[in-house]
């Protein structure tokens, strides 16, 4: 399918994750999707409804993947996964809000590079049911991917109602769409590590509690949990929540603690590490986005099918939950002790106590249960990792550092 999308003029609400104004109607947007598949002339099999708000992120980077694997480059599970997506007819079709929690510009690369894959991004808001009835009525959806959400665990306390919106509203909003579809699809969504909150005991497993969030986001988390059990206890919804632990890369959260250290590094401005209780340091899971990626597909291809049509169960449908992480937690300190490497260059480091504010100390999850039923098997080294995003950082943000020493140190 090859779908070009037209430049819009973009609208960013005021505070990040609020409703934003409908400003085409129901009516516009459905004339514009119906364009857009008249266009292509064709209904698919097959298709996948990638949906994301802030977290576009992996359905570009599953896109990503996909491009290379037509090229060949990569002979990855991930590519494989992908080309077999593609062989078996596939399309894709993304929605996303483009609100600005992060840099806009950043979202609208990731757009225009969508775009150019053949991938339709609707410019749309989960929480809106009129537009997400439409969409189900013109595509019979067989998968939906859900990773929209409002991310970040400390931005809570100064925005809290839009971590309701997104992760919780928006994700009935989109639930109740997909149980009333005809086909019913199937629903991945994007849990969060975070639902393991103060639990100790380590490393991290499906089985454990999880009624200690640390954070409002955290608990939106879970409870989107809960809801989605519901959804696939009454109405028969097949569900898979996968809960992705400090997922980085090419791409990624400005937000996010490696990425800021990255910007602030290169600008030689000072970085803040929190440092837990008695001096213990922080350490997380980190989790490339490739590897998450592939993680994604298999949960998409080892989904099971609803069973019930029309808002209607007719027998049970599987429920599952996965812990996609890295399985090797690195302290904060190894982490700025990498990029100095890879950005040659001293972090100005500024170390302070953890504040009480919602992150919990460490990260680090079990993966038996996944590599079981998933296949999943992550191959990234953060070291490895962090090099390929300092890459894509260097580029995207244009230095030119131009010395083949600074390049070759990173190729
Ligand atoms: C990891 O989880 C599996 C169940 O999925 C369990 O059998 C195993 O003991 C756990 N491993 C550790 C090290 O806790």
């Known amino acids: 399918?090859?779908?070009?999308?037209?430049?819009?003029?973009?609208?960013?609400?005021?505070?990040?994750?609020?409703?934003?104004?409908?400003?085409?109607g129901a009516a516009a947007m459905s004339r514009q999707v119906h364009r857009c598949f008249a266009s292509t002339g064709t209904m698919f099999l097959w298709a996948l409804l990638l949906v994301a708000m802030t977290a576009t992120y992996l359905s570009f980077r599953s896109l990503g993947d996909t491009s290379s694997s037509?090229?060949?480059?990569?002979?990855?599970?991930?590519?494989h996964c992908s080309l077999a997506l593609r062989k078996r007819g596939d399309g894709v079709v993304g929605i996303d809000n483009f609100n600005s929690y992060y840099d806009p510009s950043l979202k609208k690369a990731r757009r225009a590079l969508l775009g150019s894959h053949g991938v339709f991004v609707v410019d749309g808001d989960i929480n809106d049911g009129r537009l997400l009835a439409k969409l189900f009525d013109v595509?019979?959806?067989?998968?939906?991917?859900?990773?929209?959400?409002?991310?970040?665990?400390?931005?809570?306390?100064?925005?809290?109602?839009?971590?309701v919106h997104s992760n919780v509203a928006g994700l009935v909003s989109l639930l109740e769409a997909s149980k009333?579809?005809?086909?019913?699809?199937?629903?991945?969504?994007?849990?969060?590590?975070?639902?393991?909150?103060?639990?100790?005991?380590?490393?991290?497993?499906?089985?454990?509690?999880?009624?200690?969030?640390?954070?409002?986001?955290?608990?939106?988390?879970?409870?989107?949990?809960?809801?989605?059990?519901?959804?696939?206890?009454?109405?028969?919804?097949?569900?898979?929540?996968?809960?992705?632990?400090?997922?980085?890369?090419?791409?990624?959260?400005?937000?996010?603690a490696y990425f800021s250290f990255t910007r602030n590094i290169l600008q030689g401005k000072p970085i803040?590490?929190?440092?837990?209780?008695?001096?213990?340091?922080?350490?997380?899971?980190?989790?490339?986005?490739?590897?998450?990626?592939?993680?994604?597909?298999a949960a998409l291809d080892t989904a099971g099918p609803s069973t019930?049509?029309?808002?209607?169960?007719?027998?049970?449908?599987?429920?599952?939950?996965?812990?996609?992480?890295?399985?090797?937690?690195?302290?904060?300190?190894?982490l700025v002790a990498i990029l100095e490497r890879c950005l040659m260059a001293k972090a100005k480091k500024h170390v302070v106590e953890m504040p009480g504010n919602g992150d919990v100390p460490f990260t680090h999850a079990n993966?038996?249960?996944?590599?079981?039923?998933?296949?999943?098997?992550?191959?990234?080294?953060?070291?490895?990792?962090?090099?390929?995003?300092?890459?894509?950082?260097?580029?995207?943000?244009?230095?030119?550092?131009?010395?083949?020493?600074?390049?070759?140190?990173?190729?």
């Open 308 to 334: 019930g049509t029309g808002g209607k169960k007719r027998g049970p449908a599987p429920y599952r939950v996965f812990n996609l992480g890295n399985t090797s937690p690195v302290t904060v300190q190894a």
């Open 367 to 411: 993966i038996s249960l996944a590599r079981e039923e998933l296949g999943y098997k992550p191959t990234t080294s953060l070291d490895m990792g962090l090099k390929k995003f300092v890459r894509w950082y260097l580029s995207y943000y244009g230095y030119n550092r131009g010395t083949h020493a600074f390049r070759n140190h990173l190729s």
């Open 139 to 163: 595509v019979p959806f067989t998968h939906v991917l859900h990773l929209a959400a409002q991310a970040g665990v400390r931005y809570a306390m100064e925005n809290p109602s839009s971590y």
């Open 272 to 297: 803040t590490v929190y440092r837990g209780r008695d001096h213990a340091d922080l350490a997380r899971d980190f989790t490339y986005i490739d590897d998450i990626v592939r993680g994604c597909l």
């Open 1 to 24: 399918m090859r779908v070009e999308v037209e430049e819009e003029e973009e609208m960013y609400p005021s505070t990040p994750g609020k409703v934003k104004v409908e400003r085409s």
């Open 180 to 256: 009333d579809a005809d086909p019913q699809p199937a629903v991945v969504w994007a849990s969060s590590s975070s639902v393991y909150g103060l639990n100790d005991r380590v490393p991290f497993s499906e089985a454990h509690r999880t009624d200690k969030p640390a954070s409002l986001y955290a608990a939106t988390k879970k409870a989107g949990e809960e809801i989605t059990h519901s959804y696939n206890h009454i109405y028969g919804l097949s569900v898979t929540g996968l809960r992705f632990f400090t997922v980085y890369g090419p791409w990624g959260r400005p937000d996010m």
């Open 70 to 79: 037509r090229s060949g480059r990569r002979r990855r599970r991930g590519a």
